[in-house]
């Protein structure tokens, strides 16, 4: 079957031209790669900061000129794109060098950095970091084909764990390129999906690509990784979540649920994927992913569990560094400066998360050379909700990337796929 490989701002690429080789990378090859990941590139041949500056685009900068310039950053970007609110806050090593909050989330209600957020897809390292655990305890294998645990599924026998955090098994998402269910959740985004429902729809669709031929990003692949670790381990994914994640990196603002409901303070949150620009807080967040996957954090937070990922904080040494391996480099539309790791995005050496999901964008992001860590999120004003392929949160980020890591400039890749859009009627 012909294959597409979808870069989402990008033309589709024909996944046949994809290597004849194994998607499985020796381990010297992803050692090497962690450390090149992990190598700084200066911005100025041969210049260095000391311990209390960065090197910014301006040159060697305290952290507090640095701190005001990202304020600076953030409120212009706003203005010039029609923003709304923005929640931003940026740690080098265990300083802070900004923390922001502009905007309001409903009229006479400022934002401030103790709102909830959805946070997406910045859950997906969470369920990684339990599969690694399982490895290094000797409970499973990368390799495991996907049979061993649901023998019932269509070529799980081809399909092996690595495929799955790679997003290279070539299963289909529910919702991507599914007019069907985007007329359903669209017409009424108050009712709530199981994991099941979304998953048995997922798997009813054609196959993208051959395991291993293709990068397609789905959501589908990390539904069946909590699956498997909860059939492994005999517990429920929130369960694991809770005490294996949760628990142990202090995450005491991130909060698991697929209700609409979220902790007070929350963010508000806006869009136009309907048409007009409607308030799209209480709609469903079930649709995007499992239900134990479905979570709201604060900013605070994400940073946290950022650095925790680029750390390897609750990971073996080995598994650390084989998250960021760059198994999928020699896929089509993918090169060693921009390709998936296993469950993370790698771009010129940032590692990050970019949800987008109800009108709620945000991004997380870890940079190894400068251990410098951002999370971000923003709502969108009418002007900006208007502009409904634009994910803002990738743009403000590559704003503060520019300035704070000219030599790790990031690029919006575009390799998920924005929110889901109801098709304009014409005439």
Known sequence: MPAVVRLWDRQPVDAGLALNRPLRLAIAVAAAAVLALAASAPAHAGQSCSGSRILTASGCTSLAEAGKRVKQIVRETMADEGLRAALVRVDVGNRTLAKTSPGVSITGVPAN????????????????????????????SLDDPLSKYFPGIADAGRITLLNLATATSGLPDWIQENPSFLNDLYGNPFQQFTTDEILDIALQRQRICEPGQCFHYAHTNFVLIGKVVSKVTGKPLKTLLQRRILRPLGLRHTHISALPEMPRPYLNAYTAAR?????????????????????????????????????????????AKERFAPYTADLPGFNRNLYYGLGVIIENTWAIQNPELNGYTAIQGWLPSKKMAVGLAVTKGPRAAAQTDENYSELLFAELTDYLSPEHPFDAPGITPPEPILPRSRG
């Open 113 to 140: 950095l103790r709102m909830q957020t959805r946070i997406g897809s910045i859950a997906i390292p969470y369920v990684i970091d339990i599969l690694f655990q399982l490895r290094d305890a000797g409970r499973l």
């Open 275 to 319: 048409g007009p620009y409607e308030d799209s807080t209480a709609w469903t967040p079930s649709w995007g992913i499992s239900s134990s996957l479905t979570m709201s954090s604060t900013i605070g937070d994400v940073v946290k569990a950022a650095k925790a990922m680029g750390r390897g904080t609750l990971l073996s040494r080995r598994s």
